[in-house]
């Protein structure tokens, strides 16, 4: 429908016709429908301002900072996951020294137990250099493992190597 006023249905509306404002009668319908009001856009900072020039500015640094944001936090996402993935598939079977046991004997028995089960890939036993060097920061340079307790390790990888040794 045409334009009303608000206050008075009766009182002719202005609209607007290519050549300047003009009174449409309340009955006059398709008058009011072909001259409609045309739209004036306008911005909330004018664009040939200042602000306008800075609000651009500050719009595209952070735009800018979400991006690299968002990049970081796929990275560490994606890093994270690999991690976990590679956490997943490797344990360690620790084997405490017992008196009166070999404890090589024990090792390679727990070797042949694990290389046997399902789902493992890999089984190799940690050296005593290498327990040496990851006891170090606890208990200094130069340990001799034969003067303490200390347990040997296995170290295990495959797909399901947790869930295949639990079972």
């Known amino acids: 429908g045409g334009c009303k006023s608000m206050t008075n249905p009766h009182q002719p509306v202005k609209t607007h016709s290519g050549k300047g404002w003009e009174a449409t009668k ?34 595209s640094i ?13 990275l560490v996402k994606d890093t994270a996951s690999s991690w976990q993935n590679d956490i997943a598939r490797e344990i ?40 040496a060097r990851l006891l170090e920061p606890w208990l200094g340079k130069g340990l001799n493992l034969k003067d303490l307790p200390v347990p040997r390790l296995l170290s295990i990888t495959g797909w399901m190597a947790a869930r295949a040794l639990i079972s």
């Not at 309340?26 to 301002?49: K, M």
């Not at 008196?99 to 050296?127: P, R």
């Open 92 to 131: 360690t079977i620790q084997i405490r020294p017992l008196d009166g046991v070999d404890m090589n004997e024990m090792l390679q028995a727990a070797k042949s137990i694990a290389e046997n089960s399902a789902g493992i890939l890999s089984v190799s036993i940690i050296d005593e250099e290498t327990t």
């Open 26 to 59: 309340p009955g006059d319908e398709s008058t009011a429908e072909r001259r409609r009001i045309p739209r004036v856009s306008s911005s909330l900072v004018p664009r040939e301002s200042i602000a306008g020039d800075a609000l651009t500015l500050v719009i």
């Open 62 to 74: 952070m735009t800018f900072l979400v991006c690299i944001t968002f990049g970081a936090v796929t």
